[in-house]
C-alpha cells in the first residue's frame, strides 16, 4: 500500500515533465500570426531587444520567423 | 525504507523526465529513411554515392522563404556535379505545403512527411534544419536556421562535400 502510494507521489512530482514539449515540426499552430502577441511589429522588435539586451530573455514571442530556427 | 523509495523516487523521475531525440552527429552514417511522395529517389539509400543536401521545411517555417531560391541556385550549379538537394517537408496538411510550393517552387527532389517520422530519426531540433551527407553515405554536418550569412559557408561546404573522394 505505501508502494503504491510512493509511485503516486513520484509521478505526481514528475508532473509535466513526463510530457514532452511539441517538436520542432509540430509547431505549424504556433506558428500563425493569430498566436502572437499581435501588436505593431516595430514596437515587438523593440521590446524583444530590450529583453534580450537586458534580461537575455527571448522565446515567446512566436515561432517561424526567428531565422534561427531554435524557436 | 528512506534509502529505497529514495532510489525509487529518483530513478522514476529520470527515467520521465522527457527524453529528447538524439540529434544526428557529423561522423555518423545517415539514418535510413524513405523519400514519400518523390518523384525521385524513393529511399535515401538510393542516393549513396551523391552529396546529398536534406532539408526539413515546413510552410510556416519563415527562413525557409529564403532558403529555397538559395537552394534552387545550388542544385542548378551543382547537380551534374552528383549534389542532390532533397526539401523534407513537415507540414501536417498537404495543402499548406503545396500553397508553400505555388509561390516558391522547388528545382530539386521533394518528399513529404507530415508525421515526421523522418525528422525523429535525424532528431530535428530547429526549422529549418538541413543536413549534408557526403558520398560515403556519412553526416558531414548538421545546420539549423537560414540566414543571409549561411549562404557563403553552405556553399563551401557543399563545395567541399562535392571535392572529397568517394570510399
Same mark, same amino acid.
Given at each position: 500500500?505505501?508502494?503504491?502510494?510512493?509511485?503516486?507521489?513520484?509521478?505526481?512530482?514528475?508532473?509535466?515533465?513526463?510530457?514532452?514539449?511539441?517538436?520542432?515540426?509540430?509547431?505549424?499552430?504556433?506558428?500563425?500570426?493569430?498566436?502572437?502577441?499581435?501588436?505593431?511589429?516595430?514596437?515587438?522588435?523593440?521590446?524583444?531587444?530590450?529583453?534580450?539586451?537586458?534580461?537575455?530573455?527571448?522565446?515567446?514571442?512566436?515561432?517561424?520567423?526567428?531565422?534561427?530556427?531554435?524557436? | 525504507?528512506?534509502?529505497?523509495?529514495?532510489?525509487? &523516487?529518483? %530513478? *522514476?523521475?529520470?527515467?520521465?523526465?522527457?527524453?529528447? #531525440?538524439?540529434?544526428? $552527429? !557529423?561522423? =555518423?552514417?545517415?539514418? @535510413?529513411?524513405?523519400?514519400?511522395?518523390?518523384?525521385?529517389?524513393?529511399?535515401?539509400?538510393?542516393?549513396?554515392?551523391?552529396?546529398?543536401?536534406?532539408?526539413?521545411?515546413?510552410?510556416?517555417?519563415?527562413?525557409?522563404?529564403?532558403?529555397?531560391?538559395?537552394?534552387?541556385?545550388?542544385?542548378?550549379?551543382?547537380? &551534374?556535379? %552528383? *549534389?542532390?538537394?532533397?526539401?523534407?517537408?513537415?507540414? #501536417?496538411?498537404?495543402? $499548406? !505545403?503545396? =500553397?508553400?510550393?505555388? @509561390?516558391?517552387?522547388?528545382?530539386?527532389?521533394?518528399?513529404?512527411?507530415?508525421?515526421?517520422?523522418?525528422?525523429?530519426?535525424?532528431?530535428?531540433?530547429?526549422?529549418?534544419?538541413?543536413?549534408?551527407?557526403?558520398?560515403?553515405?556519412?553526416?558531414?554536418?548538421?545546420?539549423?536556421?537560414?540566414?543571409?550569412?549561411?549562404?557563403?559557408? *553552405?556553399?563551401?561546404?557543399?563545395?567541399?562535400?562535392? #571535392?572529397?573522394?568517394?570510399?
Amino acid at each position: 500500500m505505501k508502494k503504491a502510494i510512493s509511485a503516486a507521489c513520484v509521478l505526481v512530482l514528475a508532473g509535466c515533465s513526463s510530457l514532452s514539449p511539441p517538436q520542432a515540426w509540430e509547431k505549424g499552430n504556433l506558428a500563425k500570426p493569430e498566436m502572437t502577441m499581435g501588436s505593431d511589429t516595430l514596437d515587438e522588435r523593440f521590446v524583444q531587444h530590450i529583453y534580450s539586451s537586458k534580461e537575455n530573455a527571448s522565446g515567446g514571442y512566436g515561432v517561424g520567423g526567428g531565422g534561427c530556427g531554435c524557436n | 525504507m528512506k534509502l529505497y523509495e529514495g532510489t525509487l &523516487a529518483i %530513478g *522514476l523521475c529520470w527515467a520521465l523526465a522527457a527524453g529528447s #531525440a538524439c540529434a544526428v $552527429d !557529423a561522423g =555518423q552514417p545517415v539514418p @535510413q529513411i524513405e523519400l514519400v511522395g518523390s518523384t525521385g529517389a524513393k529511399k535515401l539509400s538510393d542516393l549513396q554515392g551523391k552529396v546529398v543536401y536534406i532539408d526539413f521545411w515546413a510552410s510556416w517555417c519563415g527562413p525557409c522563404r529564403q532558403s529555397f531560391p538559395w537552394m534552387n541556385d545550388m542544385q542548378r550549379k551543382y547537380g &551534374a556535379n %552528383g *549534389l542532390q538537394i532533397v526539401g523534407i517537408n513537415l507540414d #501536417a496538411k498537404r495543402i $499548406d !505545403a503545396d =500553397q508553400f510550393l505555388s @509561390q516558391l517552387p522547388a528545382q530539386f527532389a521533394l518528399a513529404f512527411d507530415a508525421k515526421g517520422e523522418s525528422a525523429k530519426k535525424f532528431g530535428v531540433k530547429g526549422m529549418p534544419t538541413s543536413v549534408l551527407i557526403g558520398k560515403d553515405g556519412k553526416v558531414l554536418l548538421t545546420h539549423q536556421g537560414f540566414r543571409d550569412e549561411d549562404r557563403k559557408a *553552405l556553399e563551401d561546404m557543399l563545395i567541399a562535400a562535392m #571535392a572529397a573522394k568517394a570510399n
